[in-house]
């Protein structure tokens, strides 16, 4: 991550900006409907993450409880976190096979809106 204006700039180094997010995570974010913290209290790395998301209301994941995985590579946050989704569920998105989230794809943020009409399937 860089920080500047200008012509300057300062990189945030990885584990500030995990060690951030972290923070955000565990305190809930916006409505308290995602959270997310470390898989493994002693990775000193930061690289394996657990998250939670309870389906958005007015919409078809309304009341459900999705549980994920995600890895934060080294070359975090230039590169995404791979996700993979524990609990099952039908998105284009998601491979139904290892509930891996597409690479490349940053459709998450679909999953949230109350307008998605993909039918879940429940575990």
């Known amino acids: 991550m860089t920080i500047g204006s200008g012509g300057s700039s300062v990189v945030v180094p990885r584990n500030f900006r995990l060690l951030e997010e972290l923070e955000r995570g565990e305190k809930g974010i916006g409505d308290g409907t995602v959270s997310y913290g470390m898989d493994d209290g002693d990775d000193i790395y930061m690289r394996s ?50 509930g891996v989230l597409g690479s490349g794809r940053t459709t998450l943020i679909e999953f949230a809106k109350p307008s998605n009409n993909q039918s879940p399937q429940r575990t």
């Not at 919409?59 to 609990?87: M, N, T, W």
């Open 49 to 98: 993450w657990t998250g939670t998301i309870i389906g958005p209301h007015n919409s078809v994941h309304e009341g459900r409880i999705y549980q994920l995985k995600l890895f934060c590579d080294k070359d975090y946050p230039e590169k995404p976190p791979s996700v993979r989704f524990h609990s099952r569920v039908n998105m284009t998105c998601v491979n139904h096979d290892t």
